[in-house]
């Protein structure tokens, strides 16, 4: 730990650039897989320009709650159902998970096939159900 210390404290340049790299390299990820909208923001933009929400969970998940008319296609089998989305090419799509971590990956798919609205949900449907937002099952 003592050579450690030592190491960052005389080589503190290349620390900081590292830490610089680090951050830009995040900021650069999270941009390429489309920005995020808290839930609110997201029903208004599905609502007021006819998007769709896209829920990525498993099918046990999205049976025992989803929003209503929200698409269903498991993040496992997105790219192999992509021909499904054509008709929302050009409308926003908003990916919902189950917290918010598998949107990233499935917003690049989108977005490296022609999707150009592509936008995340943050905290996924953990947090549309903390805000208390209406949800249906299947049964």
């Known amino acids: 730990m003592a050579l450690f210390l030592e190491f960052i404290s005389q ?5 900081a650039a590292l ?3 680090l951050v830009m390299l995040f900021f650069h990820e999270s941009r390429k897989s489309g920005p995020s909208l808290s839930p609110q923001q997201a029903i208004s933009m599905v609502n007021a320009q006819s998007g769709l929400f896209l829920d990525l969970r498993d099918a046990s998940d999205y049976k025992a709650g989803h929003i209503v008319e ?3 296609i498991p993040a496992a089998k997105l790219q192999s159902r992509l021909a499904e989305l054509e008709k929302h090419k050009n409308k926003p799509i908003v ?3 189950k917290m918010g971590q598998q949107a990233g990956a499935a917003g690049k798919t989108l977005k490296a096939s022609g999707f150009e609205h592509v936008y995340k949900m943050t905290g996924g449907m953990m947090e549309w159900s903390n805000l208390q937002l209406p949800t249906i099952s299947k049964s």
Not at 11 to 15: D, F, G, P, S, Y
């Open 11 to 15: 080589q503190w340049t290349l620390v």
């Open 19 to 21: 830490a610089v790299v």
């Open 70 to 72: 929200a698409m269903h």
């Open 95 to 97: 990916l919902v998970c």
